[in-house]
């Protein structure tokens, strides 16, 4: 490991036994976060985690480096307020969306309404009240949002663990989506949106507190 360059780090497919078989971008960062190698390290939400080791293994072999230097910016974001799950989701959904496959649109489409829902009741808003971004791409593909309407409206069934299995599922979808559609950038499309699913992570980070402020003692003397 002392052989291992990370000042321009060459990023690889897929998991790795150690650095001399190849690296990820998330076993670059339990490297720097001095944790053991892993590519499930707990410096770093497992959400965003999971966006960053598809976005990985999505982006081709020539676009890969420039994800590099994104690492570091991963380590330490591991908030727990229940509103990262569906906004980071929800964030990859919407790059993915407009450009995926209609078969992915339906899938995607269903998570992103049910993610809304989520934060709706978190925010204490109404069922219906969408983010003004998702209904922009939901409005983007209107054969795919009336079925998801649809299919959630009549669904009896309980709401799936959305943290633990709709959302990984959804942004594993999202990511393979935009590198098999037919654009021109797939690679860029898919680091702006690793660039933004860090982002919104960051937002949910708690703010450190602030640092005590020194006593202060007043000076009494005494004439005799």
């Given at each position: 490991?002392?052989?291992?360059?990370?000042?321009?780090?060459?990023?690889?497919?897929?998991?790795?036994?150690?650095?001399?078989?190849?690296?990820?971008?998330?076993?670059?960062?339990?490297?720097?976060?001095?944790?053991?190698?892993?590519d499930?390290?707990?410096?770093?939400?497992?959400?965003?985690a999971?966006?960053?080791?598809d976005?990985?293994?999505?982006?081709?072999d020539?676009?890969?480096?420039?994800?590099?230097?994104?690492?570091?910016?991963?380590?330490?974001?591991?908030?727990?307020?229940?509103?990262v799950?569906?906004?980071?989701?929800?964030?990859?959904?919407?790059?993915?969306?407009?450009?995926?496959?209609?078969?992915?649109?339906?899938?995607?489409?269903?998570?992103?309404?049910?993610?809304?829902?989520?934060?709706?009741?978190?925010?204490?808003?109404?069922?219906?009240?969408?983010?003004?971004?998702?209904?922009?791409?939901?409005?983007?593909?209107?054969?795919?949002?009336?079925?998801?309407?649809?299919?959630?409206?009549?669904?009896?069934?309980?709401t799936?663990?959305?943290?633990?299995?709709?959302?990984?599922?959804?942004?594993?979808c999202?990511?393979?989506?935009?590198?098999?559609?037919?654009?021109?950038?797939?690679?860029?499309?898919?680091?702006?949106?690793?660039?933004?699913?860090?982002?919104?992570?960051?937002?949910?980070?708690?703010?450190?507190?602030?640092?005590?402020?020194?006593?202060?003692?007043?000076v009494v003397?005494?004439?005799?």
């Amino acid at each position: 490991m002392n052989n291992l360059d990370l000042s321009v780090p060459v990023l690889s497919r897929g998991k790795h036994r150690s650095p001399r078989k190849g690296a990820c971008f998330m076993e670059f960062a339990s490297y720097l976060a001095g944790e053991p190698w892993s590519d499930h390290p707990s410096c770093t939400h497992p959400l965003l985690a999971g966006v960053a080791r598809d976005v990985n293994d999505c982006t081709t072999d020539s676009g890969r480096s420039r994800l590099a230097p994104l690492i570091p910016s991963v380590i330490g974001l591991t908030p727990d307020d229940p509103h990262v799950v569906p906004r980071v989701t929800a964030r990859c959904i919407q790059h993915a969306l407009p450009v995926v496959s209609q078969e992915r649109q339906y899938i995607l489409a269903v998570a992103l309404l049910v993610g809304e829902k989520q934060l709706a009741l978190l925010d204490g808003r109404a069922p219906d009240d969408i983010e003004p971004a998702s209904l922009a791409v939901l409005e983007a593909v209107p054969s795919a949002t009336k079925w998801a309407r649809s299919f959630t409206a009549r669904s009896r069934r309980a709401t799936p663990d959305f943290a633990r299995r709709t959302a990984p599922r959804a942004v594993s979808c999202a990511v393979e989506g935009i590198s098999q559609a037919c654009v021109p950038d797939p690679d860029d499309r898919l680091y702006h949106l690793l660039l933004d699913a860090i982002a919104e992570t960051k937002a949910w980070v708690p703010a450190p507190a602030p640092a005590a402020e020194p006593v202060t003692r007043e000076v009494v003397r005494f004439t005799v």
